[in-house]
Nanobody, 122 residues
Framework: QLPLVESGGGLVQPGGSLRLSCEASGFTLDHYAIGWFRQAPGKEREGVSCISTPDDVTRYADSVKGRFTISRDSAKNMVLLQINNLKPEDTAVFYC???????????????WGPGTEISVSS
């Protein structure tokens, strides 16, 4: 497995924004497809976005289209997830994962970070 760590979670009000970061140490994220997943309390983990390599094609779950944007910051060896117009149902632990194919399925990824929590409440 490859070491990944997420950051940027926190407590926000509905309609707010956050930017999550996925950072790698010891390898180049540009060489891997990166996925973002979330797991809400009492629910199964779901894929929300991914970005392919080398062409950076992106995918989004229908529930987040128009609100979430995945991108690479290659200079910082990071993948970012910009989240706008947060909703209470976005409350979850968010995970990034590295693999070889951009999909919203967990089995496409082999290395996972420990997660960062987003809590959305008024």
């Amino acid at each position: 497995q490859l070491p990944l760590v997420e950051s940027g979670g926190g407590l926000v009000q509905p309609g707010g924004s956050l930017r999550l970061s996925c950072e790698a140490s010891g390898f180049t994220l540009d060489h891997y497809a990166i996925g973002w997943f979330r797991q809400a309390p009492g629910k199964e983990r779901e894929g929300v976005s991914c970005i392919s390599t080398p062409d950076d094609v992106t995918r989004y779950a229908d529930s987040v289209k128009g609100r979430f944007t995945i991108s690479r910051d290659s200079a910082k060896n990071m993948v970012l997830l910009q989240i706008n117009n947060l909703k209470p149902e976005d409350t979850a632990v968010f995970y990034c994962a590295a693999g070889f194919y951009c999909s919203l399925q967990e089995r496409s990824f082999t290395s996972w970070g420990p997660g960062t929590e987003i809590s959305v409440s008024s």
